[in-house]
């Protein structure tokens, strides 16, 4: 379940990666627009009917690649806010699960050696073991997601 939410949190990283990839893109294509828009006015001014049709023709491409921008970035809000959805649950389940576990493993323990008297004293032990032993798995996790970063930075 922690590959899972370790995955869960590249994915969100990635999708907000994309989310400003798009972001730049559109800012781009708004000021190409502009631009093509400006020179056909200026032709205009000046008499020059076939740079006015090239400079429409261009503002037109412009303006079409604006709106499918405008749509992918809207779905990858969408996908960004299913993504954390998801990511959110994963979280409180494996927290919940967490918090059962070292319970679930004393009682286990217990029933497996059979000793009702003296369990009190293994329970504790059972206990701090599980509780050193989640630390060590989620230092391990935490180094597993820096190191998906550094590589995703470098990409």
Do not use: C, N, W, Y
């Not at 037109?60 to 990511?87: D, N, P, S, T, Y």
């Amino acid at each position: 379940m922690r590959e899972a939410v370790v995955d869960a949190k590249v994915a969100v990283a990635e999708i907000q990666e994309a989310i400003g990839r798009t972001e730049r893109e559109l800012a781009l294509e708004r000021q190409r627009l502009a631009d093509a828009e400006r020179r056909g006015r200026l032709a205009g001014e000046i008499q020059d009917q076939e740079t006015v049709a090239v400079a429409e023709r261009f503002a037109a491409k412009h303006r079409e690649r604006l709106g499918v921008l405008e749509r992918k970035l809207i779905a990858q809000r969408e996908e960004l806010a299913l993504a954390q959805r998801e990511l959110d649950e994963m979280q409180t389940q494996l927290k919940s699960a967490e918090r059962e576990r070292p319970a679930m493993e004393a009682r286990r323990s217990a029933q497996e050696a059979g000793d009702g008297g003296a369990a009190g004293v293994d329970l504790q032990d059972e206990l701090l073991k599980s509780d050193m032993d989640r630390a060590a798995r989620e230092a391990a996790a935490a180094r597993q997601l820096e190191e998906l970063k550094k590589k995703m930075r470098k990409e």
